[in-house]
């Protein structure tokens, strides 16, 4: 039985290497397409590791500066946005959380039903026109200010903490706000870690939103500006003449969109590994109730 069991772990343990190795191997050639050479690419040669090393596609998307400006509103657009929805979640779910709440069950089933039926994108769009605020961040964040299913999900992490702790503090005569403060916020790390994190990739991923409500170009979010970017390559922008005077192709669409890929996901892929503790921590203890 003990043999049986160390053969179903070593067993378990190579499928699960197979299927992490097939997730990474995309990313991987995404990666050697984009410090590759043009010959390389159009040869089909590039699966693992760059063929013939070169920068030409990352020098080409920072060339005129654009791209910094575009990082720099995707880093303004996902850190309010992502402060705002952590702030309403939190207000939203603490109070729902508690039994004592008068309308709580109507209060529920009016956000559930939100995540059921929308009004579609053209009544947003009127209504984003009226409030005149296209061309505005708020277009994006007073749309999104909160995820029902996040809040569902802290709200059901709240559940799970022990009421004697509250009924303790509000005893020594703390408030509904310092308690949420002092007490519950510090033991809701890791939800809130997994919540960051979903609200920040949303909205460092963000593309529509930002296509149909921002006009100007110094306010386009990264993902719009690298698609952009990417649609204006073309075989006679990215050719260079050698030193005998023949056009010479240095770098191709393919690489332009691997680099531009890399570049998107760079910022997320450093950050998670300091959030990975708590974030599947979290969203198992918050889904422990329904």
Known sequence: MIHSSKRSQVLIAILLAV??????????????VSFSSSR????????????????????NLWLDGQLLVAMKNTVIITVVGTAFNMLFTVMAAYPLSKRRL????????????????????IPNFLLINALGLINSYWSLWLPALISAYNMFVMK?????????????????????????????????????????????????NSYLS??????????LSVTVKLYQMIQNVSSELLSTTNGEGVSQTT?????????????????????????????????????VKG
């Open 156 to 204: 059901s992490f709240f559940e799970g903490l022990p009421e004697e702790m509250e009924e303790s503090a509000a005893m020594d005569g703390a408030k509904d706000l310092t308690i949420l403060w002092k007490i519950i916020l510090p033991l809701s790390l890791p939800v809130i870690a997994a919540l960051t994190l979903f609200y920040a990739v949303g909205w460092w």
């Open 19 to 32: 299927f992490a190795c097939a997730t990474l191997f995309p990313f991987i050639n995404v990666l050697a």
């Open 40 to 59: 390389a690419i159009n040869a089909g040669e590039v699966y693992l590791w760059p063929i013939e090393f070169n920068l030409d596609a990352y020098r």
């Open 102 to 121: 008068k309308g709580r069950n109507i209060m529920l089933m009016a956000i559930l039903f939100t995540m059921l039926f929308g009004g579609g994108l």
């Open 210 to 219: 930002v296509l149909i409500y921002i006009k100007s170009t110094d306010k």
């Open 251 to 287: 770098i191709t669409a393919e690489s332009v969109r691997a680099a531009a890929i890399v570049i998107a996901i760079l910022p997320i892929l450093c950050i998670y590994p300091f959030l990975q503790k708590h974030f599947v921590k979290g969203v198992l203890l918050g889904s």
